[in-house]
């Protein structure tokens, strides 16, 4: 069983920043890749960066130069630095893991975090 628990999300101005944290537990063997997603109501959840356990790193179009993900491996943590942001940015933000446990890999979700951003 791996547990992914998030923080960082909250209410803040456009052009502000927040950094998003990803925590994973567990039965943990290995993890591939990290991923962060974010929905908004009514709308499929879509992607918004991915960074494998190499360090290669993709990100959707609507926040390149303004988004870094970063892991720390150590701590089996993954993080969402977000800055510049804007209203658009608005969204429920969800961390996905893929990782290696009990000799199968799987996709882990976390609950999300709710980002706000005010015009």
């Known amino acids: 069983q791996v547990q992914l628990m998030e923080s960082g999300g909250g209410l803040v101005q456009a052009g502000e920043s927040l950094r998003l944290s990803c925590a994973a537990s567990?039965?943990?063997?290995?993890?591939?890749?990290w991923g962060w997603y974010r929905q908004v109501p009514g709308k499929q959840r879509d992607m918004v960066a991915l960074i494998t356990s190499g360090g290669n790193t993709n990100y959707a179009d609507s926040v390149k130069g303004r988004f870094t993900i970063s892991g720390d491996n150590a701590k089996n943590t993954v993080f969402l630095q977000m800055n510049s942001l804007k209203p658009g940015d608005t969204a429920v933000y969800y961390c996905?893991?893929?990782?290696?446990?009990?000799?199968?890999?799987?996709?882990?979700w976390g609950q999300g975090t709710q980002v706000t951003v005010s015009a």
């Open positions: 996905n893991l893929l990782v290696v446990t009990g000799g199968l890999t799987r996709s882990c």
């Open positions: 567990g039965s943990i063997s290995s993890i591939n890749a």
